[in-house]
């Protein structure tokens, strides 16, 4: 046992200092990049983050299983690139009320440096805990609205007629809003309607997570796949690849320049300053 003792030290050294550096592993590795290109500011304008309502992982029709949400850097990093950037910024989701938080997504090796701003952030909290109802959103007031994934975005974004109609509505008015998201957040896009009764997005260039990434993540019990709802929704669907999808990243800027899409959980600080960048170009 003596002997061992020494050997047991060493183990356990060596597994502290690999779990005190794997977030720096993961983030050289592409989760999370540090965003580098130009920024601006909008002071004046207003932006909205949409999210799931949904907190459980389950196949179609089950109500028991993990919790699930939205993931917590796609909407940290929109909600702070925007702030930031002079802006307002409100928070709502499918149902309204407290939104549910992939509790996965805030654990320590792939925590990012927005959600830990957000964990000390108590006004952005509150919003969280007190979304506004996608229901009651005065859309027209918003100059971007964003769109975010997670797991749970999956069950409700493309479900509801609401959202679908407050895309649309958004699309069309005076304020020409500039409209987007990440990951399974695009989900979110795909049922809203043209004035003559097509699907909005048909036609335009788009990413969204990619149908890879879910099988190697091996969650593919959601009943919605962005890739595959992009496709079938009549998108030019773009994306980029790497060893595991987790740690590839692209952003799309359609050809008209008003949506503005994130194909995964490390898109989130490009597309939203991408999409405060498409406004600032309109001045």
């Given at each position: 046992?003596?002997?061992?003792?020494p050997?047991?030290?060493v183990v356990?050294v060596?597994?502290?200092?690999?779990?005190?550096a794997?977030p720096?592993?993961?983030?050289?590795?592409?989760?999370?990049p540090?965003?580098?290109?130009?920024?601006?500011?909008?002071?004046?304008?207003r932006?909205?983050?949409?999210?799931?309502?949904?907190?459980?992982?389950a196949a179609?029709?089950?109500?028991?299983?993990?919790a699930?949400?939205?993931?917590?850097?796609?909407?940290?990093?929109?909600?702070?690139?925007?702030?930031?950037?002079?802006?307002?910024v409100?928070?709502?989701?499918?149902?309204?009320?407290?939104?549910?938080?992939?509790?996965?997504?805030l654990?320590y090796?792939?925590?990012?440096?927005?959600?830990?701003r957000?964990?000390?952030?108590a006004?952005?909290?509150?919003?969280?805990?007190n979304?506004?109802?996608i229901?009651?959103?005065?859309?027209?007031?918003?100059?971007?609205?964003?769109?975010?994934?997670?797991w749970?975005?999956?069950?409700?974004?493309a479900?509801?007629?609401?959202?679908?109609?407050k895309?649309?509505?958004?699309?069309?008015?005076?304020?020409a809003?500039?409209?987007g998201?990440?990951?399974?957040?695009?989900?979110g896009l795909?049922?809203?309607r043209?004035?003559?009764?097509?699907?909005?997005i048909a036609?335009?260039?788009?990413?969204?997570v990619?149908?890879?990434?879910?099988?190697?993540?091996?969650i593919?019990?959601?009943p919605?796949?962005?890739?595959a709802?992009?496709?079938?929704?009549?998108?030019v669907?773009e994306?980029?690849?790497?060893?595991?999808?987790?740690f590839?990243?692209?952003?799309?800027?359609?050809?008209?320049?008003?949506?503005?899409?994130?194909?995964?959980?490390n898109?989130?600080?490009?597309?939203s300053?991408?999409?405060?960048?498409?406004?600032?170009e309109?001045?």
């Open positions: 046992m003596k002997k061992l003792l050997v047991l030290v356990v060596i597994g502290g200092v690999f779990l005190a794997l720096t592993i993961l983030h050289k590795a592409g989760l999370h540090e965003y580098s290109g130009p920024t601006t500011t909008l002071p004046g304008m932006a909205l983050i949409i999210t799931t309502s949904h907190g459980v992982l179609p029709g089950e109500t028991e299983g993990p699930t949400g939205v993931m917590a850097s796609e909407f940290t990093h929109p909600y702070y690139t925007f702030l930031d950037g002079g802006m307002e409100d928070i709502a989701s499918v149902q309204g009320g407290e939104i549910p938080i992939d509790p996965q997504t654990q090796m792939i925590r990012s440096p927005e959600d830990d957000y964990l000390d952030d006004i952005a909290q509150a919003k969280v805990k979304s506004i109802p229901a009651d959103v005065d859309i027209d007031q918003y100059d971007i609205v964003f769109i975010s994934g997670g749970g975005a999956a069950y409700d974004l479900q509801s007629p609401m959202l679908a109609a895309v649309s509505e958004s699309y069309y008015g005076d304020k809003a500039v409209i998201g990440v990951c399974h957040g695009v989900l795909v049922t809203a043209a004035r003559d009764g097509s699907l909005l036609g335009r260039r788009m990413t969204g990619t149908d890879k990434q879910i099988k190697e993540l091996g593919e019990l959601t919605l796949h962005p890739e709802a992009l496709r079938e929704a009549g998108v669907y994306s980029q690849t790497a060893f595991r999808d987790f590839a990243t692209h952003v799309v800027v359609d050809d008209e320049k008003r949506f503005v899409t994130g194909q995964n959980q898109s989130g600080l490009e597309t300053h991408r999409m405060m960048q498409v406004l600032a309109r001045e």
